[in-house]
C-alpha cells in the first residue's frame, strides 16, 4: 500500500541535543509537509517541500530545520531543542500544492519528548 | 487569530443516532474543506471533503454540508458506529500568502456509546 511513514514513532532526546526525525512516503506526491501538533490543539504548519522548493511558514523558529534529498524523503532537524518541542511532529503529502480538492496524506507521526 | 474553529471539544452520541460537529471558519479565501478522523496514536485520516462550489458531498455515512454565507460547515454521521469514536478535525484549504495552505481546527472527540 502506498503510505507516509514516520521514524521513528517515539523519540526521546536531551534539552539541546541535536535530533532528526524522518518521513518517507511511496505516494510519489510533489509536496511534502511538516507540521507541529501539541497537546489539544490543532496541527501547526512548519514548512513544506514543493519538490525541491523549500516554503517555511513566518513564524517557525529557526531551530527547526528540513532536508529533502530526494522525492521519498523528508527530514527535520531540530537543532537545539528546548522543553518547549516536546511535541507530535506529523510529515504529510500532497499530490500538487497548485489548485484545490487535494486532500494531504498524513504519516502517524512521531512523538518527540525532551528530557 | 485562530482561522477555524471547532467550538465543541467533546460530542458524546448513542450507537445508531446522528453524529453531527460543527467547525466555522472566518477566511473567504478558503475554497476547499476537509474532514480528518485520528485516532490515538495515529495520524489523521483524510474522510471527506468538499469545495466551496457545493453545498453537500455524501459518501456512505458521512455527509458534509457547507454553508458558505455563514462560513460554517458540518458532518453528519448517520447511523454512528462505535468504531467512529475518534477525534475529529476540520481543515480549510486556500491560498494564503502566496502557497496553497490547509488550516486545521483545534479538533472535536466523539464518543459513541453503545
Known amino acids: 500500500d502506498a503510505m507516509v511513514i514516520q521514524n521513528p514513532r517515539y523519540q526521546v532526546t536531551q534539552f539541546g541535543k541535536p535530533v532528526t526525525l524522518s518521513c518517507s512516503q511511496t505516494?510519489?506526491?510533489?509536496?511534502m509537509y511538516w507540521y507541529q501538533q501539541k497537546s489539544s490543539q490543532a496541527p501547526k504548519l512548519l514548512f513544506h517541500?514543493?519538490?525541491?522548493?523549500?516554503?517555511n511558514e513566518a513564524d517557525t523558529p529557526d531551530n527547526f530545520q528540513s532536508r529533502r534529498p530526494n522525492t521519498s524523503f523528508c527530514f527535520l532537524d531540530i537543532r537545539s531543542p528546548g522543553l518547549g518541542d516536546a511535541a507530535m511532529y506529523l510529515c504529510?503529502?500532497?499530490?500538487?500544492?497548485?489548485?484545490?480538492?487535494?486532500?494531504?496524506?498524513f504519516g502517524d507521526g512521531t512523538r518527540l519528548s525532551i528530557l | 487569530d485562530q482561522q477555524v474553529k471547532q467550538n465543541s471539544p467533546s460530542l458524546s452520541v448513542q450507537e445508531g443516532r446522528i453524529s453531527i460537529l460543527n467547525c466555522d471558519y472566518t477566511?473567504?479565501?478558503?475554497?476547499?474543506f476537509l474532514w480528518y478522523k485520528k485516532y490515538p496514536a495515529e495520524g489523521p485520516t483524510f474522510l471527506i471533503s468538499?469545495?466551496?462550489?457545493?453545498d453537500k458531498n455524501e459518501d456512505g455515512r458521512f455527509t458534509v454540508f457547507l454553508n458558505k454565507s455563514a462560513k460554517h460547515l458540518s458532518l453528519h454521521i448517520v447511523p454512528s458506529q462505535p468504531g467512529d469514536s475518534a477525534v475529529y478535525f476540520c481543515?480549510?484549504?486556500?491560498?494564503?500568502?502566496?502557497?496553497?495552505?490547509?488550516?486545521f481546527g483545534q479538533g472535536t472527540r466523539l464518543t459513541i456509546n453503545p
Open positions: 517541500y514543493y519538490d525541491k522548493d523549500f516554503n
Open positions: 477566511n473567504s479565501m478558503f475554497d476547499y
Open positions: 504529510a503529502t500532497s499530490r500538487d500544492k497548485t489548485g484545490t480538492n487535494q486532500p494531504q496524506h
Open positions: 468538499i469545495s466551496s462550489i457545493k
Open positions: 505516494l510519489n506526491h510533489n509536496v
Open positions: 481543515a480549510a484549504s486556500g491560498l494564503l500568502q502566496g502557497a496553497q495552505k490547509l488550516v
